[in-house]
């Protein structure tokens, strides 16, 4: 019977993953590149794998086996597709269960009581609970969906700053400064979307979108402009009569908290714990001590 459960938490930026005993108890952690579903299989396995062996190491079990303990997995993407049949060829562990990361995100927000998250960060997705019911909208991935994520908003960044180059609108601080990032050469921007970029590159520009919108700058605030009304339009469907409480999870969370409306504001509350929190209390339920020794999947 194994003693131990791994959870991970898989997004477009990185792979958490968290090594707990029986009682729920995290004894070690690890962390590694993206873990999305919609990249390779190869790359989101190798990085499940060396954040999993992270966490035992820093647990002081280098003894023990990943092919001995069972694996929670809630990763970006999941949701489209069938790539998890694929990816669960190339993991070692004795067995493995994927869900979206929303779920274990909503798990870790809200514990078992009713209401709405969203996540946030390099993609977006909403999710709420009520009377046992889930309900999920968003999370389509960047090519089609991400609405106000980090890797959108980067990407309209990169648009608009072309759109300036072009002279089809003034150029702003931001948008000067983007050009500035590459040299001044609009084709390097070209060559940055068509050859390399990745969402979590187009999100890594963010930031400098909040950062010059708190300069006043008005390319930063159109952007975000948007972007809200994105996620206003979103928390007006998902958020059901009677909710009290609204969670915030990912990297663009506390920039967004106080740029919703004020009827979202008025439910927002401080989530219970993180993603790979739920994915921990998700794992334990999903294999209790007596599933331990059966067949792996």
């Known amino acids: 019977m194994s003693e131990y459960v791994i959870a991970i938490d898989g997004g477009g930026t990185s792979c958490r993953a968290a090594l707990a005993d029986r009682h729920g108890q995290v004894i070690g952690r690890g962390k590694r590149g993206s873990a999305n579903i919609f990249t390779t299989s190869d790359a989101i396995g190798e990085n499940i794998v060396a954040a999993a062996n992270e966490a035992l190491r820093n647990a002081g079990l280098n003894s023990i086996n990943l092919s001995d303990i069972p694996a929670y997995l809630g990763l970006a993407g999941i949701n489209v597709g069938e790539r998890q049949h694929e990816l669960a060829t190339v993991l070692p562990f004795a067995d493995t269960q994927f869900v979206h990361d929303g779920l274990i995100a909503l798990q870790g927000a809200l514990g078992d009581e009713d209401g709405v998250m969203a996540i946030l960060g390099t993609g977006s997705v909403y999710l709420s609970r009520s009377n046992g019911a889930l309900r ?162």
């Open 136 to 297: 999920s909208i968003g999370g389509w991935g960047f090519a089609v969906g991400d609405q106000a994520s980090g890797a959108v908003i980067g990407r309209t960044l990169l648009q608009q700053t072309l759109l300036a180059h072009d002279g089809i609108h003034e150029h702003t601080p931001l948008s000067r400064a983007i050009m500035a990032r590459f040299d001044d050469d609009p084709e390097a921007v070209v060559e940055f979307a068509q050859q390399s970029a990745r969402p979590a590159d187009y999100g890594a520009l963010a930031p400098m979108i909040f950062d010059y919108d708190g300069r006043g700058d008005l390319l930063a605030r159109e952007i975000l402009l948007e972007a809200v009304r994105d996620i206003t339009r979103a928390l007006d469907t998902i958020v059901f009569q009677g909710c009290e409480r609204l969670c915030l999870l990912g990297g663009l969370a506390q920039e967004y908290a106080r740029r919703l409306a004020p009827r979202h504001r008025a439910i927002l509350r401080d989530p219970r714990g993180d993603a790979l929190s739920g994915a921990v209390q998700l794992a334990l339920r999903a294999f209790p001590p007596e599933m331990a020794g059966e067949e792996r999947r």
